[in-house]
């Protein structure tokens, strides 16, 4: 359903919110140095009483027009951060959640952030904040002063890039995100090929990564030609339907790593190492792998993909 064809009225996002009609599902992220999960991202969908189920792209927008998206942000970080508790507890990897542009200059939510992790007994260090890029005549300063704010509760911040590192990513200072992701599909097309234009910009992104020191991340990985390219590209992270689609945590079982390594042309894990990284308070990964570089403890609950 596209987002044209739903008519929608702040009666049904205050039905909804209260009813709890908003689900949220997970997608890995894999490490691509040892198959470790580095951690799950939030995707969300509307579970409409007489619309049936609605992805992002069909009621993003209105919540946008409406002035209320910080309201989906924090029904989303408070529903995800149940969730994952209920599947992992407060251990790692931990969870990421999608930022919109109105949470960047909401002065309300790092202090929101904190006090809903403490409350919960949750490391705030195990989420991760996907911070959309700004528009081009934003106030770099006021973003960069709320980015630091967020950076100071000791969440984790990541900044999603389609195509080349713009003038954002070189002008916001101090640089205050750990991750860089980046997908698309001249990005993945290349990686598929490893030659057309996509090569300048990920070697832009790439380059800038390393000087900031922060990993950078492939989105939207679908096939095994492109996850093959992506590592020796300098990609240390991946996700997409190639390694785990977006579903509800239960799915995700310990079988699914060795599976991962697979593509990964790694060695599989034994069962009892496999059984350790589910058990509470288990390391991300057994000891007995060797650990790549460390990758972090580390708009998806409301990109328009979400439902992929």
């Known amino acids: 359903m596209v987002a044209q064809a739903v008519r929608l009225s702040n009666v049904d996002i205050d039905n909804a919110l209260r009813n709890k009609d908003f689900e949220v599902l997970f997608q890995p992220i894999f490490d691509l140095g040892n198959g470790a999960l580095a951690r799950v991202e939030t995707f969300i969908r509307w579970r409409h009483p007489t619309l ?138 290349f990686a598929r090929t490893v ?29 095994q030609a492109s996850l093959s390219a992506l590592k020796g590209l300098g990609f240390a992270a991946a996700q997409g339907n190639h390694l785990g689609k977006v579903g509800p945590l239960a799915q995700f079982m310990p079988g699914h790593v060795n599976e991962v390594r697979g593509h990964l042309g790694l060695e599989p894990l034994s069962s009892d190492d496999l059984a350790a990284l589910f058990r509470t308070g288990a390391p991300v990964l057994a000891a007995s792998a060797q650990p790549h570089e460390k990758f972090a403890d580390d708009q998806g609950a409301q990109r328009g993909d979400a439902d992929g």
């Open 52 to 189: 049936g189920v609605l992805p992002p792209g069909a009621f993003i927008s209105f919540f946008e027009t409406q002035g209320r998206m910080s309201e989906l942000t924090r029904y989303v970080l408070s529903e995800a951060l149940t969730a994952y508790t209920s599947w992992r507890g407060p251990f790692a990897p931990g969870f990421s959640i999608n930022l919109a542009l109105t949470d960047l200059s909401d002065e309300s939510f790092p202090s929101h952030l904190s006090v809903l992790m403490r409350e919960a007994g949750f490391p705030v260090e195990l989420v991760t904040l996907e911070c959309p890029v700004p528009p081009v005549d934003a106030d770099i300063a006021a973003v960069s002063r709320q980015l630091q704010r967020l950076a100071a509760t000791g969440a984790r911040l990541a900044i999603e890039v389609r195509g080349r590192a713009n003038d954002f990513l070189a002008a916001v200072d101090p640089f205050p995100f750990a991750e860089i992701k980046t997908g698309g599909a001249a990005i993945l097309r």
């Open 195 to 223: 030659r057309g234009p996509g090569l300048s910009a990920i070697s832009e992104l790439i380059e800038l990564a390393a000087q900031k020191n922060a990993a950078i991340t492939a989105v939207g990985v679908e096939d």
